[in-house]
């Protein structure tokens, strides 16, 4: 059966519409078991103390940081101290759960915040107020509130801040108070024009060391100084906008695996079959990594000299990763060949399509002060648009690090990596899709696969909401037993890889992470002992340090990696003008799981309960991508893609609020569909948009707070109309008759499993005759701090998305692809009303 091009929705199929939710939550809940004269009293004296705690000392000081404390299970109303008027500052708020001597589940919050004499003098106007005065509402209402009653009565104590109040990593990480260390500081940036310029006047009389790499994110600049926690406590903690201390990234080690015997008659035969049609490409893959040494014979002539470069001059741009096979080099193979036993098993033709790149990130081998990591990717990705200025391209990523326990929520590492993918809201064609791989599992760990898989987390960054996170899986098992008797693979064919992290120790509120997985090769057990028999792994270009030795394994979650941006270049290639958001969404909507994934048991993910359909998105993602599915549509397999862009929020009421949804009304093979009848068929429909990262604790982290908006889809039911469809999407759609006519069914991973993250993909399979009425789908908004932080006046911005929707039906003769052609070729679209 032919392939055909995917098919375009455009502007005709879409229309815009207000959106509106039912209501708000209901806020934060004020205690009312306490004595309102005795807590205000109690708190003025608190307060009053520790202003004095924190000045004691020092010279005259025009400000103060103080810690609240709530009550236990009682949220702090921070709102209350953080307004557009500089007076008050929320520098973080922190959320501690701890269980109690019963069993009993608790949460403290606490919050640092700055204040100036102004402010000092305003709490304590709040306190007066909260012990003197009601609310005009609450006494209208019959019901009488004391005014600032769900700040005041929720604080338990104050506290004068120290150094360590701001540090938010575990407690036993704090540095020794004399340890000259590396510290990442966070500094609230509102009006701030030279960061280094500004801590120099406070850290350099203290002989403290400032980095020279920041990043800018919308609240916070971050980066590096040197010194000890006490010269901090007597310098940084006195700046006005310190916001947040953590420890600086280590980078994790590679592992590249055994050498090949030489096997250069496989090289020379693979080298004359090479086909570069790389010129008039624009497509490139940039390697983030260790550098690449192009002198291999099989890189040569694919890797000219002006497109490596690196961030670490002294180190030059050849490949420094480890031994004699390197990091980057056998990187480099992949991410233009593939895996080269496939290519040496081949006598076919092999055709390069894209440009290859490599932008040297690190060197192991040379020691150096830690790096501010989320700067210096952004630096080699900006090195890279300066290599090839007209070129789009795909950025790999596989240099992790496991050294902090993040939990799934944002780095400053990660959000460099958002950051950048996201682009601007003034250029979104800034917008870089970006492949990171999940980091891999040590030595130790490996032999208690999967147990150790599911304790071990996703390395820093690929927790990022807007990149690709590729994982790991196997397909090869085969172990020659003469060689290796009484041998058994680890992983089954088909599994999850030896070598993944999972996401399973994260919140669920984070994104489901791996996106996807590719081939990381397996591993070996033999009478409780770890084997790796070159036959279980990758097989890629070694750097040749050692004469002639061209060939390495390779695999694991960079093997992966390498191979996914390979698959993405390929897809950008056949299909230029796309979006990076769409290029993601093909890649996820392309990818399947195995058998062994979901167990052979079950026929589809859907058979499982919910918790285990998380924990399959949080070990493989959405399975194993596919070229040709990404690429290629056919007579009984429709692709249809939507690019769009929506405004999620307004201006009104005096406050941010929800603005619109988009309806498309999809061009639907309404007659095939009719006539396959009661033959099953699969939808699938995956939305993709990039988030803008406002990283900090400014609010304890939620993803709320760090994602500047979120999007979901519906889908029309089958019994539904579409005045129906629309109120159920929307509150302001409904009119006084509105009677709810169905509700959406039969997915199979459902809004649970799939409303995670910035990539939303799921499943429904049914009748092609239920099917048939099902062509509108709604896009709207839901909240972020493009809403909550209405001072940073975000909410006029509009956001970019992607839908990618298939329709797969048997092969049995009947074509839902060509009507659909035809209808997009003539449509005239028809005005909705309600």
Known sequence: MPDFDHLFVDKRFLSVHPYTTGGGGAGVLARSDINRQQHGNSIRVRFNEALQDFWEGRDEQDFVYLEFTSAIDFELDVDKFDSARKSFRVAYVKKTPFTDSDGNQHIVYKSAIYLDQKAIAGFLNMIE???????????LAGNPKPQYNTLVSNIEDIQAATLRSFWQEGEDDFPPIDQEVWWEVWLDNGGLENVIDYLTVAL???????????????????????????????????????????????????????????????????????????????????????????????????????????????????????????????MAGLMLYGDLTDAFDSQDRIRVYHHFESVKLISPGNAHNPQNYGYVTQEAMDRAEIINFDHKRVYCLAVTS???????????????????????????????????????????????YPQSNRETSIHEPAQAFNAITVGSYTQKDRIDLDQYPGT????????????????????????????IVMEGGNYAEQHGALLEPDSLFLLSTAKGSVLNRWITTFGDTSGATALASRLAARLYYRYPELRPETLRALIVHSAEWTPQMIGIA?????????????????????????????????????????????????????????????????????????ELGATTVRLKITLSYFIEPNPGNKRYVEPNNYASHGLRFKMISPTESPDAFMGRVSEAMKDNEYVAEGKETGWQLGAQCRDKGSVHKDIWEGTAADLAMRN??????????????KKLKRYENTVRYSLVVSIEAPDVGVDIYNPVAQLIETFVPVEITT
């Open 129 to 139: 107020d909260y012990l003197t005065k009601y609310t005009w509402q609450s006494e």
């Open 204 to 330: 350099e009389p203290y002989d403290i060391q400032i980095g020279i790499q920041w990043l800018h994110f919308p609240e916070h600049s971050v980066g590096l100084v040197k010194g000890t926690a006490e010269q901090l406590s007597v310098s940084l903690l006195y700046t006005n906008r310190l916001a947040e201390l953590r420890k600086p990234r280590e980078t994790a080690e590679f592992f590249t695996g055994l050498e090949r015997a030489d096997q250069n008659d496989w090289v020379d035969d693979l080298r004359q079959r090479v086909d570069n049609l790389t010129e008039g490409s624009t497509i490139s893959v940039c390697l983030l990594d260790t550098g690449v040494n192009r002198g291999h014979p099989l890189l040569a002539d694919l890797v000219p000299e002006h497109n490596l470069d690196t961030i670490i001059p002294e180190a030059g741009r050849n490949d420094s990763g480890n031994g004699t096979t390197g990091h980057g080099t056998p």
């Open 402 to 448: 496991d050294t902090v326990e993040h939990g799934g929520g944002p780095t400053s590492w990660s959000a460099a990596v958002d950051q950048h993918a996201f682009g601007s809201v003034e250029l979104p064609n800034d917008a870089r899709l970006t492949m990171v791989s999940s980091g891999n599992l040590t030595a130790e760990q490996l032999q208690n």
């Open 488 to 515: 058994s693979p680890l992983a089954q064919r088909g599994a999850m890889a030896p070598s993944n992290s999972t996401a399973i120790g994260w919140d669920n509120k984070w994104p489901r992470k791996p996106d």
């Open 602 to 674: 079950h026929a589809k993910i859907g058979d499982l309960p919910p918790a285990e359909r998380i924990e399959i998105l949080k070990q493989v993602g959405y399975g194993v991508p596919n070229l040709n599915r990404a690429s290629n549509s056919a007579e009984n397999a429709l692709t249809l893609i939507a690019e769009s862009q929506l405004k999620p929020f307004k201006w009104g009421d005096s406050r941010v609020k929800t603005d619109e949804f988009h309806l498309y009304q999809l061009p639907w093979p309404t007659d095939a569909l009719w």
């Open 776 to 789: 509108a789908i709604a896009i709207h908004p839901v909240g972020g701090w493009w809403k909550t932080r």
